[in-house]
């Protein structure tokens, strides 16, 4: 092969070896955008709250509790499906919105503490966990048995997302990476919910599991990636 034709070959081969990193940091890149503002807009919105004397623990436990009432309403489906799963959405994203104006209160009102911040990390597990429980259940009183064990597989991937972020951060590094944070999460349950009547909340569980499943792998693989760089 002529050095002309070996230099192209090496780029070629260049080219496929970063092509799947460049895709996944533009993935990060627009993840990071769009979560930086929504921070920016509940930051500036929460501002007049600060100076009331709502806490961001009261806000912690409306939300959890808003997405625990969701996943009830969620259960009864079977009543009327447009009036439950829409009311369990409405209700779930109010709860879910109320989880992220807590950490945005605590910061604009000075109120920061550790063990909020741990309050807040495993009250946010608790109401998924119910949502998706009441999830499992209507898939199964369908008879929906690949649904719900995909159910059971977002779950789990899931809780892994919170943990190996923790973990990460345990470590001293950067442990939100990832295409599933808890955002794309509730985006995707609230989104099966609206479109259950029309068969689309099976759909939205499984991409809840990959999602929640690759996050996890990517955030595997970044805190080895981070660990090797340390040590070398």
């Known amino acids: 092969m002529t050095p002309l034709g070996q230099f192209r070959a090496g780029s070629r081969e260049a080219g496929a070896r970063l092509a799947p990193v460049s895709k996944t940091a533009s993935l990060e890149r627009v993840q990071q955008t769009y979560t930086g503002g929504v921070r920016r807009i509940a930051t500036r919105s929460i501002a007049s709250l600060a100076r009331t004397r709502i806490t961001p623990t009261m806000l912690t436990a409306a939300g959890v509790s808003l997405c625990v009432a969701a996943s009830v309403l969620v259960y009864f489906e079977y009543r009327n499906e447009w009036l439950f799963f829409w009311a369990g959405a409405i209700v779930f994203v109010v709860g879910s919105v109320l989880d992220i104006l807590d950490g945005a209160l605590a910061r604009a009102g000075g109120k920061s503490s550790a063990f909020g911040a ?3 990390s495993t009250t946010d597990r608790v109401g998924e966990a119910f949502v998706l429980g009441a999830i499992a259940l209507a898939l199964a009183r369908d008879g929906n048995e690949t649904a719900l064990a ?3 597989a977002s779950l789990a991937g899931s809780f892994l997302v919170s943990y190996t972020r923790s973990k990460a951060e345990v470590l001293g590094l950067r ?7 808890r955002a794309e999460r509730v985006v995707v349950i609230t989104g099966g919910l609206v479109f259950a009547p029309w068969g689309g909340l099976q759909w939205a569980i499984y991409v809840l599991a990959a999602t929640a499943w690759v996050t996890v792998v990517q955030r595997v693989v970044h805190v080895r990636r981070e660990l090797r760089r340390q040590q070398a």
């Open 118 to 120: 741990f309050i807040d």
């Open 150 to 152: 995909f159910t059971f």
């Open 175 to 181: 442990g939100d990476v990832g295409i599933g944070s």
